[in-house]
């Protein structure tokens, strides 16, 4: 059974940091590149990051590039993202799924609440 875990979500002031976290058990990262989205209120769900199987390239969006890292840990079965310099706009449900972009995702997690406000 394949499942997708994520954790690290929660409250921050603009500026702050947080690194989320996507264990996933069930399959094999080696074989899947990874992506993390995010779906804000009233917004449709939206590409944020991907790494791909063996993590040798990794791409952001606009909106997030220079502050947000994603990376994977192979023996973990763990995909991270490491979220800095972080604004209000990025308050949003976090997910990871298999696949980087939002229609060939296979499977996804159920997401984690980030929530950036003064």
């Known amino acids: 059974q394949v499942q997708l875990v994520e954790s690290g979500g929660g409250s921050v002031h603009p500026g702050g940091s947080l690194r989320l976290s996507c264990v996933v058990s069930?399959?094999?990262?080696?074989?899947?590149?990874m992506g993390w989205f995010r779906q804000a209120p009233g917004k449709e769900r939206e590409e944020v990051s991907c790494i791909t199987n063996y993590g040798n390239s990794r791409s952001y969006s606009d909106s997030v590039k220079g502050r947000f890292t994603i990376s994977k840990d192979r023996v973990a079965n763990t995909v991270y993202l490491e979220m800095n310099n972080l604004k209000p706009e990025d308050t949003a449900v976090y997910y990871c799924?298999?696949?980087?972009?939002?229609?060939?995702?296979?499977?996804w997690g159920r997401g984690t609440q980030v929530t950036v406000s003064s």
């Open positions: 799924a298999t696949g980087c972009k939002i229609g060939f995702a296979t499977y």
């Open positions: 069930g399959l094999n990262l080696d074989q899947y590149g």
